[in-house]
């Protein structure tokens, strides 16, 4: 056996040696990828339900938003309608007080000079007496 035959007989061994070794790296690989597909199956199997528990909890979340906003804008209204009778009776208020305050100054100035004059009267009346 000469050198190069020598040489050709252990670069084919060795490849051989290296084959092996790499078909067990690949078993061991597909191992792996198996049992990572099962987890991956069981991790999807239990989060189904929580996703559609999600998805129902969301749109139940929509549903209360929207009602929630409908009723803010109702209010808002209200509390429009509320501020505009509210200047409304201010207004009123001031403009009947602008109205009835002479008036009512006089009627009540013309009742006290009244008493006042009949109290006088009274007290001429018993001293005259």
Do not use: N, Q, Y
Request: proline fraction near 2%; aromatic fraction near 2%.
């Amino acid at each position: 056996m000469t050198a190069g035959e020598l040489a050709v007989v252990l670069a084919a061994v060795l490849c051989c040696i290296g084959f092996a070794a790499l078909v067990v790296v690949l078993m061991r690989v597909l191992d792996s990828l198996k049992a990572l597909r099962g987890e991956v199956e069981s991790l999807r199997s239990e989060t189904r339900p929580l996703l559609a528990e999600l998805s129902s909890s969301t749109a139940e979340a929509r549903a209360t938003m929207a009602e929630a906003r409908h009723d803010l804008d109702r209010f808002d209204r209200v509390l429009g309608s509320a501020e505009a009778i509210s200047g409304a009776v201010a207004g009123g208020s001031r403009m009947a007080r602008a109205a009835l305050s002479a008036p009512v100054i006089k009627t009540v100035a013309l009742g006290t000079g009244t008493k006042r004059a009949v109290r006088r009267l009274r007290r001429k009346e018993r001293k005259s007496a």
